[in-house]
């Protein structure tokens, strides 16, 4: 069983910035991809990056592709979410995800992800 924790989130202005973390316990998350999705009020969840367990290959939605960046750190069992250029169109709650056995065709399904945390908000201001 693995547990992932966000925190990192808040209130920024537009244009703003805001890293959010993602630590993994119970498990090692090396060989897990990790990923970020987003909940906004009244819309679907939908995926914004993932990493594989490496680190060195990545996706994003498009509507982030430029602005956010994800990391991770193996060695702290933690994914990061760089989020840069923030619009109000971000606004919502962020959602770690992860999973071990992940095929490319499931990286931007939240159904194919095991593993989720309870979420952070995330609030830009116009």
């Known amino acids: 069983q693995v547990q992932l924790v966000e925190s990192g989130g808040g209130l920024v202005q537009a244009g703003g910035s805001l890293r959010l973390s993602c630590a993994a316990s119970?498990?090692?998350?090396?060989?897990?991809?990790m990923g970020w999705f987003r909940q906004a009020p009244g819309k679907e969840r939908e995926f914004v990056a993932a990493?594989?367990?490496?680190?060195?290959?990545?996706y994003y939605a498009d509507s982030v592709k430029g602005r956010f960046t994800i990391s991770r750190d193996n060695a702290k069992n933690t994914v990061y979410l760089q989020m840069n250029s923030l619009k109000p169109e971000d606004t919502a709650v962020y959602y770690c995800?992860?999973?071990?056995?992940?095929?490319?065709?499931?990286?931007?399904?939240?159904?194919?992800?095991?593993?989720w945390g309870q979420g952070t908000q995330v609030t830009v201001s116009s």
């Open positions: 119970g498990r090692p998350s090396s060989g897990y991809t």
């Open positions: 990493s594989r367990w490496s680190g060195s290959t990545t």
């Open positions: 995800a992860a999973d071990p056995y992940l095929l490319y065709s499931g990286i931007y399904h939240e159904g194919s992800y095991d593993y």
